[in-house]
T-cell receptor
Framework: EAAVTQSPRNKVAVTGGKVTLSCNQT?????MYWYRQDTGHGLRLIHY???????EKGDIPDGYKASRPSQENFSLILELATPSQTSVYFC????????????FGPGTRLLVL | QQQVRQSPQSLTVWEGETAILNCSYE??????FPWYQQFPGEGPALLIA?????DKKEDGGFTIFFNKREKNLSLHIKDSQPGDSATYFC????????????FGSGTKVIVLP
């Protein structure tokens, strides 16, 4: 079965601080995604990647950076965290763009004070 | 502009009833429509999906009805069980390597025993 793990599962950060959210997948999928989930908005795509070394902007990339150092790992970086970035963040992996199943991790709950 | 809209926001049904969840979209180029199911504290998981060449897709007690002309679709949960209580997300994408999923805001379903 597909396996996507995220760390940390919970994070409290201060405004202006740097936050790094990590994602690891053991599916050998080429594509990986970062979403945030907020009440009333569903899941919104922040960044995605087609493979090691690539990152692409999603629908709401402002204030976020991404890094894909290997096939297995995809990180989301908040250089200067703001309270508006308080949310639940999900990582997912998939094989064929949007046309195949995306496998989601358990999520990271981030609170920016 | 929200490209994928879902209604109702929440829905309560009795065990054994059919729950009907609605979804509409703006982009005529969307041709793949998965529904994801999410339980509290977990990431979403693919439930069932349909491509725009079809007008109906069944899997167990879950059925998607798709109307390309009206740009809407619905998910029917037949003989609902308390274990079906979850949030359901409609999503859409355009065929192509660069495509990514666009999610609706979700419908929370509660099935009462």
């Amino acid at each position: 079965e597909a396996a996507v793990t995220q760390s940390p599962r919970n994070k409290v950060a201060v405004t202006g601080g740097k936050v790094t959210l990590s994602c690891n997948q053991t599916n050998n999928h080429n594509n990986m995604y970062w979403y945030r989930q907020d009440t009333g908005h569903g899941l919104r795509l922040i960044h995605y990647s087609y493979g090691a070394g690539s990152t692409e902007k999603g629908d709401i990339p402002d204030g976020y950076k991404a890094s894909r150092p290997s096939q297995e790992n995809f990180s989301l970086i908040l250089e200067l965290a703001t309270p508006s970035q308080t949310s639940v963040y999900f990582c997912a992996s998939g094989e064929l763009g949007g046309q195949d199943t995306q496998y989601f991790g358990p999520g990271t709950r981030l609170l920016v004070l | 502009q929200q490209q994928v809209r879902q209604s109702p926001q929440s829905l309560t049904v009795w065990e054994g009833e059919t729950a009907i969840l609605n979804c509409s979209y703006e982009n005529s180029a969307f041709d793949y429509f998965p529904w994801y199911q999410q339980f509290p504290g977990e990431g979403p998981a693919l439930l069932i999906a349909i491509r725009s060449v079809s007008d109906k897709k069944e899997d167990g007690g879950f059925t998607i009805f798709f109307n390309k002309r009206e740009k809407n679709l619905s998910l029917h949960i037949k003989d609902s069980q308390p274990g079906d209580s979850a949030t359901y997300f409609c999503a859409a994408s355009v065929t192509g390597f660069a495509s990514a999923l666009t999610f609706g805001s979700g419908t929370k379903v509660i099935v009462l025993p």
